[in-house]
């Protein structure tokens, strides 16, 4: 989580390989937490060497989610499963987005499409939640970690998200 390190590392790997697509988009990730202007002019570069980068996309559909823009989301997640039809992230992604318009079947269809080809993904549930819980939606984000420490009970991005949630939900005493 050391970004300005993580920035300096790809800036440097992009004076070796300036093409590089993967570098373009692990620049962008790493000013993703802090400047969002850095981050798309790194997703638009990653983009422009390879238009189907499916990190680039994801990136690009979560960035949408937070700006709360889910037809573009969507055009996103279309455009990735074009590339690879059952990307669990993009799944996963597809879930949030039903459970943000309140549509709990397409929720749960698009969380089954997600598991389909590792049913115990712990990254699955832990990305829903986390996206919820973004949404200010804690309980139900507290119950997709859950449901990935169910999976994984070491998968720690999981533990450490559920631990925020319960903290903002004030069940401060749960092990």
Do not use: C
């Amino acid at each position: 989580h050391d970004f300005a390190l993580a920035a300096k590392k790809f800036q440097e790997g992009l004076q070796q390989l300036p093409e590089d697509p993967d570098l373009h988009y692990g620049l962008a990730q790493s000013h993703a937490p802090g400047d969002q202007a850095l981050m798309m002019a790194s997703l638009e570069a990653a983009l422009q060497r390879n238009r189907n980068h499916v990190g680039g996309l994801l990136l690009l559909a979560d960035h949408n989610i937070d700006a709360e823009d889910y037809p573009a989301a969507e055009k996103l997640l279309e455009r990735i499963q074009t590339v690879n039809p059952w990307h669990p992230e993009a799944w996963a992604y597809r879930a949030i987005l039903a459970h943000l318009r309140n549509q709990p079947e397409s929720e749960k269809a698009s969380r089954q499409s997600a598991l389909k080809f590792w049913p115990g993904n712990p990254r699955v549930d832990h990305l829903i939640g986390l996206k919820l819980s973004q949404k200010y939606r804690f309980t139900e984000g507290a119950a997709y970690q859950r449901r990935a420490l169910d999976y994984d009970p070491g998968y720690l991005p999981a533990k450490a998200q559920l631990a925020q949630d319960l903290l903002r939900l004030g069940e401060e005493t749960e092990e």
